[in-house]
């Protein structure tokens, strides 16, 4: 069994990880931590863990982490899993990050979106955790940068279409949905109850911050430059993630071209379903799964291509995807502990 640390185990993200690893076949959860709830059961925090999971949050120190657990899910705001990853690598530990500190090899921009980083030697060996375009780098690594939950939306349809230059990498925008749950659990206005229900807002317009990752991922797939126009929504849900992207095609293509170079690319490939034409996407099919599912319309009047992805933002878009970088790093099935079966309605 692989002893396993959830360091903040009380935010959004942090709790599902518990929620998947507590099932693991393969997986002792042995430490969780939590500042704020330092001394208290986790079911009392999430009652719904209540008969599951028994653990109760400890305040966050090194010596009892690497004690205890080989691989550690580092479930923190960003800029704090930067203190703490360095000496968790130096005592021979594994590391899945969830925040953005090691998701970018540049460290210049890194820093345009977030802040001054503290362990910029470290950005070269880490490895962006995108577990379907990355697989065999993940593997190896030791230190993993899981994605964001927009960039895993938008790049996995269309990393494989940019590889096979089936795309024109400079008309590439992506339109994304997110529920609420996406923007954590610590209190702010703008996700009151009240500023959220009946409503639909786009906000942080071609400046959100995870732009310069996405950017990082598509230039590395086309091979060139690449920056696409993102426009993020918040919508009054409390999980899921719907997103179109549109892209000028470079050559003529049919709907059997582009179904071809994603059933091809994901072949094999358990959590990526390429939906029929007749039954598109749709948050509510995936929600509680790591399942990516990944839509398409030709729009050959325009000579566009319209891309539709759905994903759980906090599943495949964090806390699902973590544990299936764990799965690769540790040599396991690619899908345990991440199989139950998807709420039909």
């Given at each position: ?8 185990a ?31 059961r ?28 080989e ?38 921009a ?81 996700t ?8 639909f ?6 400046q ?17 430059a ?23 095609l ?50 050959t ?13 906090l ?14 790093m ?5 899908t ?10």
């Open positions: 069994m692989i002893k396993a640390a959830v360091v903040g009380t935010g959004y993200a942090g709790a599902e990880l518990v929620r998947i690893l507590a099932g693991h076949p393969e997986v002792d959860l042995a430490m969780i931590t939590s500042r704020q709830y330092a001394g208290e986790l079911d009392a925090v999430y009652p719904a863990l209540a008969g599951q999971v028994d653990l109760v949050c400890e305040a966050y120190a090194i010596e009892k982490v690497v004690a205890v657990a691989v550690i899910f580092m479930a923190l705001p960003h800029k704090l899993p930067m203190a703490f990853v360095p000496d968790l690598l130096a005592a021979g530990k594994k590391i899945v990050d969830l925040s953005a500190d090691f998701r970018f090899r540049d460290i210049a890194y820093e345009s979106a977030y802040q001054p980083h503290s362990a910029p030697d470290l950005l070269q060996e880490s490895v962006y955790g995108l577990c379907e375009v990355y697989t065999e780098q993940i593997k190896t690594a030791r230190l993993i940068g899981n994605p964001g939950c927009y960039p895993t939306s938008v790049l996995l349809p269309l990393v494989p279409l940019l590889q096979a230059g089936w795309l024109d990498p400079a008309t590439l925008i992506a339109d994304s949905k997110s529920g609420v749950s996406g923007a954590g659990r610590s209190l702010s206005l703008t009151h109850y009240c500023e959220v229900h009946e409503s807002k786009a906000y942080k317009v071609a959100h911050r995870h732009n310069p990752e996405m950017n990082a991922v598509l230039s590395d797939a086309a091979g060139a690449v920056h696409i126009t993102f426009v993020p929504h918040l919508v009054p849900m409390s999980r899921g993630m719907q997103t179109t992207v549109y892209a000028n470079k050559q003529k293509a049919s709907p059997d071209d582009i179904r071809t170079c994603l059933e091809t690319y994901y072949k094999d490939r358990p959590f990526v379903r390429i939906r029929p034409d007749d039954l598109p996407s749709d948050s509510a099919h995936v929600r509680g799964t790591n399942f990516c599912d990944i839509g398409f319309r030709l729009d009047a325009a000579k566009r291509l319209v891309l539709l992805s759905a994903i759980d933002n599943v495949k878009g964090a806390a699902g995807q973590a544990v299936q970088n764990m799965n690769l540790f040599g396991l099935d690619e345990a502990g991440l199989l139950p079966v998807p709420y039909p309605v």
